[in-house]
């Protein structure tokens, strides 16, 4: 199976470290949903994977919605009559309001108050607000810094620009052996915040490129574009290929100390759906939990509107919105912890391997049991012990009737996938078993081995 070294501790240690590296340099950028802290963030990763890139201009229809104007933003504070930046864009990008309209003028503090935010029970804590889609200015500040303001007068300058550019997104595309799809989203829109999302495009990233040196069987696309306008745009000009789509994952916020938080698909019972429970059902709510879709959190809503209605469900540690330093300036690099990276990795690399391997037997000696010595299955040939592999090879002889794919074999028989697909490798290489629809091919050259 893929990526099996990744599931080696030491091995899921050394890529979160250099995750979290990657994370340290991808950090200080201001990233939005459009801009060039997204293109230079893109650049990072580009070192590390082969990137296709898209830039999808300003104005272009995406089903209701629109690709909006690029925001270029250079500089911003608040400054006291003595010329001292009392809030400074340089110090923490997180004080500018994300695609603030540009603004230069003196008010007082009691004109300003409307247009400031903070959160008056972390008085140390940057909030992060954006206004994508209603044209606003505003500054985000501490709320100790902000009780100590004056009455003012106060230069008020935000050097920005909202002008007709693109949306830029990216894709990393892992080829198969087969002509099925699954996709791996991760949005890149956030600016200095750490868990949401630097979290997710490192270990996407690094995810990749491991990958890259295996042969899947599904091509693996991994797709980096900014949170909801980025997976709309991504779907709209990939309308005709979502029927290859057998699998996928919205991936984010994989540093914090949360157990793993898998979110079922809107089917529920997808390819997807299924090897998360396989993977990280019996994990123990300690380490893993598996929670039911609702039309609410990330990308995984796009994927998952009824128009697509895709087998993609969601891999996160906490859910968005639901740890403390959510969306403030404390989701910041202190907040990653190197054992939930190397966590997410290594549950990762089995949840793709699961869905990798996956397949769909056909018995091909149906009428009673095969008797298993005359095709050299009986004896000490796998398995924890030989009679547990017979076992093993029993239960995929008996619901290998077409209807059952190996991870709804390996669920019912309370076998693990791998010794499932391993004793399914044995059937099909002694000419039992064979695959049906786009697996057939994979069991026919299994025999030929
Ligand atoms: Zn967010």
Redesign the pocket.
């Known amino acids: 199976m893929i990526l099996e070294r990744i599931r080696q501790s030491p091995v899921a240690r050394e890529l979160a470290a250099e995750a979290i590296d990657l994370m340290r340099q991808m950090y200080p950028i201001c990233r939005s949903i459009t801009g060039d802290g997204v293109r230079s963030t893109l650049d990072l990763l580009g070192q590390r994977i082969p990137l296709q890139r898209s830039e999808i201009p300003s104005g272009t229809p995406v089903f209701d919605w629109e690709i909006p104007r690029e925001w270029r933003i250079r500089d911003a504070w608040i400054a006291d009559a003595d010329g001292r930046r009392v809030v400074d864009f340089r110090e923490h990008n997180l004080h500018v309001v994300g695609y603030s309209v540009p603004v230069r003028c003196t008010m007082s503090l009691d004109e300003l108050q409307p247009h400031l935010h903070s959160i008056p029970e972390r008085p140390d804590w940057i909030p992060y607000r954006t206004s994508y889609y209603e044209e606003q200015w505003g500054f985000c500040l501490r709320h100790r810094d902000r009780l100590a303001l004056g009455e003012g007068p106060y230069e008020v300058v935000i050097d920005a620009e909202l002008a007709p550019g693109h949306l830029s997104y990216a894709e990393c595309v892992v080829h198969g052996t087969t002509d099925r799809e699954a996709i791996v989203y991760t949005h890149t829109c956030?600016p200095s915040l750490a868990n949401?999302?630097l979290s997710g495009i490192a270990v996407a990233a690094l995810l990749a490129r491991e990958l890259l040196t295996e042969t899947p069987r599904l091509t693996w696309r991994f797709v980096f574009g900014p949170?909801t306008i980025g997976s709309l745009a991504w779907l709209s000009r990939n309308e005709e290929r979502l029927g290859a789509i057998a699998a996928g994952l919205v991936v984010g916020l994989l540093g914090d100390p949360a157990p793993l938080t898998y979110k079922r698909s809107r089917q529920g019972t997808s390819l997807t759906d299924r090897a998360a429970e396989h993977v990280l059902g019996a994990a123990g709510p300690g380490v893993a939990r598996i929670v039911d879709f609702e039309p609410y959190g990330y990308d995984e809503r796009q994927f998952c509107s009824p128009g697509f209605d895709l087998p993609v469900g969601r891999l996160t540690r906490s859910p968005?919105a639901s740890y403390s330093e959510y969306?403030t300036s404390a989701d910041d690099l202190s907040l990653i912890r190197p054992e939930s990276i190397a966590g997410a990795f290594s549950a990762l690399a089995r949840l793709v391997a699961v869905i990798d391997g996956n397949r769909v037997p056909l018995n091909l000696s149906p009428k009673g049991e095969p008797r298993l010595g005359k095709h050299g299955l009986y004896g000490p040939l796998g398995g924890p012990t030989p009679a547990e592999f017979q076992r093993a090879l029993l239960w995929v002889l008996n619901l290998a009737d077409g209807a059952n794919d190996l991870v709804a074999i390996a669920a019912r028989s309370g076998f693990d996938f791998e010794s499932v697909a391993a004793a399914a490798e044995a059937l099909g290489r002694a000419g039992l078993l064979a695959g049906v629809g786009d697996d057939r091919d994979g069991y026919l050259d299994a025999t030929k081995t």
Request: aromatic fraction near 0%; avoid cysteine; charge should be negative.
């Open positions: 956030h949401d999302n949170g968005n969306h």
